[in-house]
């Protein structure tokens, strides 16, 4: 999105009161200047640096000015000090001023190179050099100021030159842990050379770049202002040719070959050969690091339209890595937070389901921000908003108050509370307009800074606010209709809405609730009881927030539960196995006795076929025809409510079915339902299976009331409760939770966690129980804690050692930074008898120790032990245990020691500690 108006250069009168000073030059200095230049020419052999040595026309011979530093010849305008990039306001259109800031800002800034950093890798992942680059790329994109796009090529022409198989010995040519130079920016100063996933942003920058000056064409055939120290083509389309080549020979010779594991349907893990999370899944944050190259990538391709096949490949990566998010429910929760809207909640990598820290999610947010900009990969505003709202209703607390986690809790280290906004989330003002000022504010107080990715991301957040500037809210919904469908759901459809930019969602209401959204015109309300009557209104949303008028008033009344509607009619089926395509699970439930399930060839014992009602349902009768062939020699029905867990439903024991049995049984409440045929005289074969509810809807008798509730404080802002669980003559389908006399959430199990609490303060609660035709049991008893006190984690910035260490990248101190995504791992080989300890410095008094084993799950046997010389270790009573998992809290009798271990006794591999925090509470 480029400004209205176009960005121009210093007027020349600027130019020249900064040249004045260089028209006094004697010819004495202009023959120094000369004779500099000449040795900074000759020492561009060895590798030195410089830029664009700029002519001042109608002077005696040249004007230059220049500092002398590691990179060479600076600009020939004057370079003062780097002072900060301004903010001229928060509304209105981007100024020139605040152009010139960042472009002054962005001329006292060099690229890093060896030996100048320890880690290249990271450096140029979220470190300050890439950072400047993205940054540069999206003030380019905003801007088209090609001076901005100059200095980001100079970056990337740096960053190339820096990679281990172009830069000479000692700092490049290095072997790697490939065994070969590969073409990597490693992430350590000692050998072999480390390189991971953050090599990922390095390709991304080249290729990033590359696409930019691609999406110019005007400027192809033009010399690179800067020139062309590194021969790296001197038009900009060669430039271009040039870093869209060598970001493909990295994914080519490193990223494919030896990094990725991409055999799981496209998904990145990483490949059992990376002494880096080997075996395991990337997180997040690392897939938006492989994911920004390859998108890129694909973009540059498609412009010079040369490899179609190579596009498609890099695109397929980036879409499956979108749509494991965004499609697969068990990569992340999608819940209705407290403010009605729809919100995400997700963890560090897709196995992990809630509490990424605030670090980690802002990372998030921009890669997913970057692909939903691309317009490549289908990412729609409304699947965006959900992040928005998270961060709008979950994550602020107040006036410059940010939670620490993504689900609204706070930890340490990326987990801890802030006072400013993390610039990934600077985007999501475009979806959520209402929180643009108290981001604003937060980040940017006195209107200057010297974050880039913040300058940056505010600025297109501005950009984009002013060029969509819309205060129009959509046309109201016209021809909403209700129709039921079933005893449990009405279908609503309307007639679209119009808006001056375009709609993003409608909201549904059932009276003055808001019970979901769409992002098309039309929705099915589930779970209703039977012959009960409801009302709806539905209102459209656009980007900026705007909501419309409500449409008109539609109702409907539910079914009656009818002992003539087959309940098995159009759902989800699945069998044990298949004969072939023509004789599926579905094909048993179509209602067609013609066509016919039958398991696999060779397969006739413990053979089953299923239906998933999609929600809890009660039924207490099942038909069940064996017309073709009547094989079956002994049968069972099942229930379950997860899929797998199966419960035999009393009474439904048989033998043999043959051509039409009808199985009648005690109400059952309960999402799937099995045929199980524990034998048959050949492969099994089902014409049809009916299920019914004979009862009619006529439940009127509440559950019985839960009993045993208790209440237990895990941590200073969580209560756990569990109970007995209630009967009922149908079902229990859930239980509705009540702090006080506020109902504060329900469960489908005999447990809840109560979270988000104050520290140090009871609360009381009581339980209830609901059946599927809404009748609520009496309370529980009531059962009442109190919170735990607030907690320092006592290991932070202490002193900390091990048994041994896989290498200078995985030492014992990474398992107490504060940071899950680091780790410490003991030395190859080295699984028994491990451990890794913390020196307190001083006897300091303890009783509980949070571990957390997240990227590889290997301990089998483990205890915690004490010392107060370092040498002699006891073992603490009650802390021996066999699984660690992702994270374990081990409370004990509080004891007082200098030292602390952790002690592996036996692991299934290299043992590997992602966290270790020690409390006293």
């Given amino acids: 999105m480029w400004l209205r108006a176009t960005a121009n250069t210093p007027a020349d009168g600027d130019k020249k009161r900064g040249y004045s000073n260089m028209l006094a030059f004697s010819v004495t200095t202009c023959v120094v200047v000369l004779f500099l230049l000449t040795i900074l020419v000759v020492g561009h052999r060895f590798g030195l640096i410089f830029k664009r040595i700029t002519m001042v026309k109608k002077t005696c011979i040249l004007g230059i000015g220049f500092i002398v530093a590691s990179s060479g010849l600076l600009p020939a305008l004057p370079i003062q000090a780097a002072g900060s990039m301004v903010v001229d306001s928060f509304d209105g259109p981007i100024t020139q001023n605040e152009i010139n800031s960042f472009k002054s800002y962005i001329s006292t800034l060099e690229p890093v190179v060896w030996p100048n950093t320890g880690s290249m890798q990271s450096e140029y992942a979220q470190g300050k050099s890439g950072e400047s680059i993205k940054a540069m790329g999206l003030m380019y994109e905003i801007t088209h100021d090609t001076a901005i796009l100059d200095r ?25 842990w490939t065994n070969t130079i590969a073409p990597v920016w490693p992430g350590n100063t000692t050998d072999p050379a480390s390189a991971d996933s953050a090599n990922g942003d390095s390709v991304g920058h080249l290729a990033y770049c590359a696409k930019l000056i691609l999406q110019t064409p005007s400027i192809w055939n033009t010399n690179v202002t800067n020139g062309d120290a590194y021969s790296h083509g001197a038009t900009y389309k060669q430039r271009a040719l040039t870093f869209v080549a060598e970001a493909d020979y990295v994914a080519n010779q490193f990223l494919f070959p030896s990094l990725l594991d991409l055999s799981k349907g496209n998904k990145l893990y990483f490949s059992t050969q990376s002494p880096y999370m080997s075996g395991g899944v990337f997180p997040w944050n690392q897939q938006m690091m492989i994911t920004y190259g390859f998108q890129n990538l694909a973009a540059s391709h498609a412009i010079l339209a040369d490899n179609p096949t190579l596009v498609t490949k890099y695109d397929n990566i980036v879409q499956t890595s979108l749509n494991w998010f965004f ?80 689900d609204g809790t706070d930890g340490d280290g990326h987990g801890a509370p802030t006072t400013y906004a993390r610039s990934g989330n600077l985007f999501l003002t475009a979806l959520r307009p209402d929180m643009y000022y108290a981001l604003a504010n937060a980040d940017l107080a006195s209107k200057s800074t010297t974050s880039m990715d913040t300058f940056s991301r505010f600025m297109w957040a501005k950009n984009q606010r002013y060029n969509s500037s819309d205060t129009q809210a959509p046309t109201a919904p016209t021809n909403l209709t209700a129709s039921a469908v079933s005893s449990s759901q009405i279908n609503l459809s309307w007639t679209a809405s119009t808006d001056n930019v375009g709609v993003t969602e409608y909201e549904i209401y059932r009276g003055s609730t808001k019970v979901g959204s769409s992002v098309t015109t039309s929705y099915s309300d589930k779970g209703l009881s039977p012959s009960t009557v409801y009302s709806y209104t539905v209102k459209a949303m656009d980007a900026a927030g705007n909501l419309s008028a ?85 049968y069972k029905l099942q229930s379950s409510n997860d899929g ?83 009967t009922d003559n149908v079902g229990v389908v859930s239980y509705d939770v009540y702090r006080g006399a506020t109902k504060v959430g329900s469960s489908t199990t005999p447990s809840y966690s109560d979270t988000g609490l104050t520290a140090s303060t009871a609360y009381s609660y009581t339980v209830k129980a609901k059946d599927a035709a809404g009748n609520i049991s009496a309370a529980s008893n009531t059962a009442s804690a109190t919170t735990l006190g607030t907690a320092t984690n006592l290991v932070l910035g202490k002193t900390f050692n091990a048994s041994s260490t896989w290498s200078t990248s995985y030492t014992a101190a990474l398992a107490f930074d504060g940071d899950a995504a680091t780790r410490w791992s003991a030395a190859k080989g080295s699984i028994n008898d491990q451990w890794i300890s913390v020196d307190f410095g001083a006897a300091t008094t303890y009783n509980q120790a949070v571990i957390k084993e997240v990227t590889f799950q290997r301990v089998t046997a483990y205890k915690l032990q004490s010392s107060n010389d370092g040498t002699n270790y006891t073992d603490i009573s009650s802390t021996a245990g066999t699984t660690i998992g992702a994270s374990k809290t081990i409370n004990f009798t509080p004891v007082t020691s200098r030292y602390l271990r952790l002690y592996i006794t036996t692991a299934s591999s290299e043992p590997t500690i992602n966290e270790m925090e020690v409390y006293n509470k």
């Fill in 152 to 176: 980001m090529i100079y970056f990337c022409d740096v960053l190339l030159s820096q990679r281990n198989d172009k830069l000479a010995a000692p700092n490049g040519q290095r072997t790697v």
């Fill in 327 to 406: 499609n697969d429910d068990s990569a992340k929760q999608t819940y209705v937070d407290a403010a009605g809207n729809t919100a995400y909640n997700w963890g560090y990598n897709p196995t992990l389901l809630g509490g990424e820290d605030s670090n980690h999610a802002s990372l998030d947010v921009a890669g997913f921000y970057r692909a939903y900009l691309s317009g490549r990969y289908g990412i729609t505003a409304a699947m965006m908003k959900p992040f928005a709202n998270m961060y709008a209703d979950v994550m602020m607390k107040g006036p410059n108050s940010f939670s620490g986690r993504v």
């Fill in 550 to 634: 409500a449409s008109n008033t539609a109702s409907a009344t539910t079914q009656a539960v009818s002992p003539t509607t087959n309940l098995a009619t159009g759902k989800t089926y699945t069998a044990s196995t298949t004969w072939s395509a023509s004789y599926s699970a579905d094909k048993a439930f179509d209602g067609d006795t013609t066509t016919r399930w039958s398991a696999a060839n060779g397969s006739l014992n413990d053979q089953w076929i299923a239906i998933d009602f999609g929600s809890a349902t009660n039924y207490n009768q099942a038909v069940i025809k064996e017309i073709s062939f009547q094989r079956v020699t002994s």
């Fill in 644 to 726: 797998t867990n199966y419960t035999d439903i009393a009474g439904t024991t048989g033998t043999t079915i043959g051509a039409n049995k009808t199985i009648s049984f005690s109400n059952v409440n309960s999402r799937y339902l099995r045929l199980y045929v524990s034998t048959a005289s050949a492969v099994p074969t089902i014409d049809e299976i009916e299920v019914y509810n004979t009862g009619g809807g006529t439940d009127t008798q509440a559950p019985t009331a839960p009993t045993n509730l208790t209440a237990t404080a895990t941590s200073s802002s969580q209560i756990n409760l569990s109970w007995t669980a209630s």
